[in-house]
């Protein structure tokens, strides 16, 4: 069975630019949940999408948003990219909501440098 | 608020046994569950405790004592592929966010 795809792996933008990541969960899993990795403060919440509905959302501006599509393929855009978003963005996909099943499946992340 | 804290670094000797605590001000929470992430790699799902106790796979085993706001992870017969950095997470119940909270992390070292 096939893991956590996301792509791009590696994405250099700069200041003021928009991007779109994607994330195509294990077959089967139905919720996805986005987190930003930095080396100051760890892993942190984005979102959280279950049947192409967005279940919660973390403590981040509305630069960041996200969608998932009837495959279960999630995408996450950050518009008017800042210095600070440079990070690590790991994509995880859980086979039922992760408040009924607690094992997420993560992604190899995809690396954004914003110059 | 929330947070949970976990030391930054630890090391530690081939063969021996390592403890890293994950304490958390968090006020309720659905278990406590810890990760483990090698460089470069992603993070991968070690244990879950839904109860007070001890669960044990293999050469990990996973504590959580709810009373006192206290969960560690202890790892046995260490090995050098056992360097890495280890997660702990706990999930906010729905009344508060209903999110998936990550401490930031220890690193372990491990010494031959």
């Known amino acids: 069975k096939a893991g956590v795809t996301q792509t791009p792996r590696y994405l250099i933008k700069t200041r003021g630019q928009q991007v779109t990541l994607s994330c195509s969960p294990i077959?089967?899993?139905?919720?996805v949940s986005w987190y930003q990795q930095t080396p100051g403060q760890g892993l942190q919440f984005l979102f959280e999408y279950f049947s192409e509905t967005q279940r919660n959302k973390g403590n981040f501006p509305g630069r960041f948003s996200g969608r998932q599509f009837s495959n279960s393929r999630s995408e996450m855009n950050v518009s008017t990219l800042e210095l600070g978003d440079s990070a690590l963005y790991l994509c995880?996909?859980?086979?039922?909501?992760?408040?009924?099943?607690?094992?997420?499946?993560f992604g190899p992340g995809t690396r954004l440098t914003v110059l | 608020g929330q947070s949970l804290e976990q030391p930054s670094e630890v090391t530690a000797v081939e063969g021996a046994i390592v403890q890293i605590n994950c304490t958390y001000q968090t006020s309720g929470f659905y278990g406590l569950s810890w990760y483990q992430q090698h460089d470069g790699g992603a993070p991968t799902f070690l244990s879950y405790n839904a109860l007070d106790g001890l669960e044990e796979t293999g050469r990990f085993s996973s504590f959580l004592s709810r009373s006192d706001s206290y969960g560690y992870l202890l790892l046995q017969e260490l090995q050098m592929k056992d360097s890495a950095s280890y997660f702990c997470a706990v999930r906010a119940p729905p009344n508060r966010d209903d999110k998936i909270i990550f401490g930031k992390g220890t690193r372990l070292h491990i010494l031959p």
């Open positions: 077959s089967g899993h139905r919720s």
């Open positions: 995880a996909s859980s086979l039922v909501k992760t408040s009924d099943y607690n094992e997420q499946f």
